[in-house]
């Protein structure tokens, strides 16, 4: 009977069999052991076993197994191959050894039977086909699934079924004939426990042959010594680099400020020496005239200069003179020790910046670990719904922070196994269709800039797009009469509780998969598209930040408060007409596409942006999914670097709040979400959209214009102290070069200054349209009326002695602004 099944096997193998199908017999194999596996519902009975040597082999084998289910897919690929076979032949053996050290016998005995197999298959007694991969695949998994529970202290059954199956394979007999009397046999024997002791061993395999190429190869592939550390512990670190990343950035910061100090100084100083100068010249020229005077009476044999009289004047001149010297000198050593801490923290950022590379590096995990447990997930997808599906990676090898992955996870399984339940087709479908009956899904793993692109497809039917129309209108997501473009359809896969299933299983049906995953990409901070063409399947690409710890943003300004919006969500930046603002349906064109434009002040309950100074609005474009938004601000202040920082669950559940992030400085600023910012306004009511609020500047902007820095700094803090927003310039040249950028509502200037007086200034501003509406008030020492009367005539508000009482000075403010003090 035996060589009769044999003949009739090998018969059937000759005949020509469609690409991607698997012998009939393994399926019903495969069916049997799910049938027969029983794991029993009670703990793991450890009583004389080493606890900390079975966590030790559930760590270990739990690695293994994840190399063997990739060599088990190269065998898929290629079953001739020698490497994979010795590699897989080499982890079961090391598994087989380390379960039946620590009592796992049922383990044991699995890795022993697939060894067996192996074995007989690289002394080519059996060729390995894909019957006997698919048998392997199972094996992997079966073995995966019994070491989960082991380190979750679950006892397990003996898989006697797939045992048995495996010695069918190795001793060459079909697996045909082994599927009845395993079904039967298996059905009347009660699943062993691993617990269960005396159990009978079988003889352990030969030492594995290794041939002088196989050391090579080992050589080669030796991994490097690894340390393992604890997850909160490396979190601890990278956070640590994080605050020296953000101290660095005040000592640059301060050291600006210390640079730019420096600088007034050095200015400070060449006027000192320009007076001293001329008072050197001053007094003398007084000492000779009074000389003149009195030469009548004077004694002829002194100079005049050489006077009891005139000396003291003229040591405390020249005493003048050499503090001013000193002063230099003093000015050169501070420049020479400000160049050598500018070195030193360029070498301390140099090395810092590395250190915390370093440390973002340790976080990276390659995508290539998630592998095996995304191909059981497909294995058991297809095998629950009686399909074929083959599971490709491209780029695998690519990094992403390991928080990243870890939240992935579970959003990736369920896209697997939706493909699987609503993307791939019955192999029966598919043979109509003229497609393989094996059906594939891609997974594509690739970098864009700071961004990690995942793409997950498959060449199934595509997206029933009939079928969302439908099951969106009975839940209300659609008025009627409504007409929805392909791509707003793709977007109601991801409503809550939306499911196209027509029943609900263990695969799909309960419209929480694409939910989760939307969400979770949300969140992460990416972005998520779709795209669908029917019988030719559905392509999902998620971008997602390469790592939550540090990323790029750029800096915005709305009024006073600066936020930063994640760079991976930004495609470019523009400027657009005002005009535009405030029209129903306005929109932005970029690169062929249409932004909708919005005001990041009413996104965020703020007053409107009003970009002051500027002839158009800046505006930031910002994509996420199908959703196109160029949002106005006040100030596009830049990009950088930041450390994004969490924070607390209430702020974090307010929707748009991604984190935030500590400057230079010590002030916080928040990161925006723009997105869900922008769907929020697009659904709010009219009559809830927040008003426009009145044009004039919630707080004024006073420009101090003056070239003592004394004078400059007593001044600003006076006008901070009442409230009021202050910029500096310290002659009429630097003070126009600010004016480009901003206009302020008022100007206290000075009328002596190097490069251009108060004078100049005042007749260019009122001579220019955008400038000539500025108020001016004059503080100056000239306090004559011919000075005064000039800078009326140019159009100056007011006119100021110094030094000034501050009591003065404000009231002058409030009049000239018609600004209502706080305290009335």
């Not at 017999?25 to 076993?49: F, K, R």
């Not at 690929?77 to 009592?103: S, Y």
């Not at 106005?632 to 990009?639: C, F, K, L, P």
């Amino acid at each position: 009977r035996v060589e009769a099944e044999r003949v009739e096997a090998e018969a059937a193998s000759s005949e020509p069999v469609p690409d991607g199908s698997v012998d009939e017999a393994v399926e019903t194999l495969l069916a049997t052991v799910a049938g027969t596996i029983d794991d029993p519902d009670e703990p793991l009975d450890v009583t004389g076993v080493d606890t900390e040597l079975l966590d030790i082999f559930v760590e270990e084998s739990g690695d293994l197994l994840d190399h063997s289910d990739g060599l088990v897919a190269l065998l898929r690929e290629a079953p001739g191959e020698r490497e994979p076979l010795v590699g897989l032949q080499r982890d079961l053996h090391t598994i087989k050894g380390g379960a039946r050290m620590t009592g796992m016998f049922a383990i044991g005995e699995l890795g022993h039977a697939m060894e067996t197999l192996l074995e007989a298959v690289v002394d080519q007694r059996v060729e390995l086909d894909r019957a006997g991969v698919s048998l392997l695949e199972q094996g992997i998994d079966r073995l995966h699934a019994m070491v989960t529970r082991v380190g979750a202290r679950q006892a397990v059954g003996m898989p006697q079924a797939l045992i048995d199956g495996f010695d069918a394979l190795a001793a060459g007999q079909s697996l045909a004939a082994e599927a009845a009397p395993e079904a039967h046999a298996a059905a009347e024997s009660a699943p062993a426990l691993a617990s269960t002791p005396k159990v009978q061993l079988a003889p352990l395999s030969r030492p594995i042959e290794d041939s002088a190429a196989d050391d090579d190869d080992v050589g080669v592939r030796a991994p490097q010594e690894q340390v393992r550390i604890r997850a909160d512990l490396l979190d601890r670190l990278v956070n640590y680099a994080g605050e020296v990343a953000i101290y660095r950035a005040r000592l640059e910061q301060q050291l600006g400020a210390f640079r730019a100090a420096m600088n007034e100084m050095e200015q400070t100083n060449a006027r000192l020496r320009d007076q001293l100068r001329r008072l050197d010249i001053e007094t003398e020229a007084q000492i000779i005239a009074r000389y003149q005077r009195e030469h009548d009476t004077a004694d002829t044999t002194f100079d005049p200069l050489e006077l009891d009289r005139f000396s003291t004047l003229q040591q405390l001149s020249r005493a003048l003179g050499e503090s001013a010297a000193d002063m230099g000198s003093l000015q050169g050593t501070l420049d020479d020790l400000t160049r050598q801490y500018e070195t030193l923290l360029l070498q301390q950022s140099r090395v810092s910046s590395e250190l915390q590379e370093g440390l973002m590096r340790t976080r990276m995990v390659p995508f290539d670990a998630l592998v095996p447990r995304l191909r059981r997930v497909v294995r058991q997808a297809a095998s629950e719904t009686g399909k074929q599906v083959q599971l490709k990676l491209d780029g695998a090898q690519g990094e992403l922070d390991r928080n990243v992955l870890e939240r992935m996870t579970a959003p990736l399984e369920h896209m697997l196994r939706n493909a699987v339940a609503h993307g791939v087709e019955a192999p029966s479908v598919r043979r109509k269709a003229k497609k393989a009956e094996e059906g594939t899904i891609h997974i594509a793993v690739r970098r864009e800039g700071s961004e990690v692109v995942l793409e997950v497809g498959d060449d199934g039917a595509g997206l029933d797009r009939d079928a969302i129309r439908k099951r969106a209108s009975e839940r209300g997501l659609i008025r009627p009469g409504v007409a929805l473009g392909d791509s707003d359809l793709d977007l109601l896969i991801f409503e809550p509780g939306f499911s196209t299933a027509t029943e609900v299983s263990r695969l799909a049906g309960r419209g929480v998969g694409m939910d989760v995953v939307a969400s979770e990409v949300r969140q992460l901070g990416g972005s998520l598209d779709i795209n669908s063409r029917a019988q030719q399947g559905t392509t999902f690409t998620l971008r997602l930040p390469q790592t939550l710890a540090v990323t790029q943003a750029v800096f915005v300004r709305i009024g006073d408060t600066s936020f930063a919006v994640p760079i991976a969500s930004v495609r470019g930046v523009g400027r657009a007409a005002r005009e535009g603002f405030g029209v129903d349906g306005a929109s932005y064109e970029y690169g062929g596409e249409q932004y909708a434009l919005h005001d990041l002040g009413e996104l965020v309950g703020q007053p409107p942006a009003k970009a002051e100074g500027q002839l158009q609005m800046p505006v930031l474009l910002v994509r996420s999914g199908d959703l196109r938004v160029a949002v106005a601000v006040d100030e596009i202040v830049g990009n950088r670097e930041i450390v994004v920082k969490p924070v607390g669950p209430q702020v974090a559940s307010i929707p748009g709040i991604f984190g935030a992030t500590v400057m230079g400085d010590g002030s916080v600023v928040v990161i925006l979400d723009v997105a869900p910012l922008a769907r929020r306004h697009a659904v709010m009511p009219r009559d809830e959209t927040p008003q426009p609020q009145p044009e004039q500047r919630r707080v004024p902007l006073v420009m101090v214009v003056d070239d003592s820095v004394t004078m400059r700094k007593v001044t600003g803090r006076v006008l901070e102290r009442h409230k009021f927003e202050v910029v500096t310039a310290k002659d009429g040249v630097d003070a126009l070069e600010r004016l480009e950028e901003r206009v302020p509502d008022l100007m206290l200037l000075d009328i002596e200054m190097p490069r251009m007086d108060g004078y100049e200034l005042a007749t260019q501003m009122k001579a220019d349209p955008r400038l000539r509406d500025v108020l001016i008030m004059m503080i100056t020492s000239r306090t004559g009326e011919k000075h005064r009367q000039r800078a009326f005539d140019i159009g100056v508000e007011r006119y100021l002695g110094k030094p000034y009482q501050e009591n003065e000075l404000i009231r002058n403010v409030y009049e000239l602004l018609k600004v209502v003090p706080e305290d009335e």
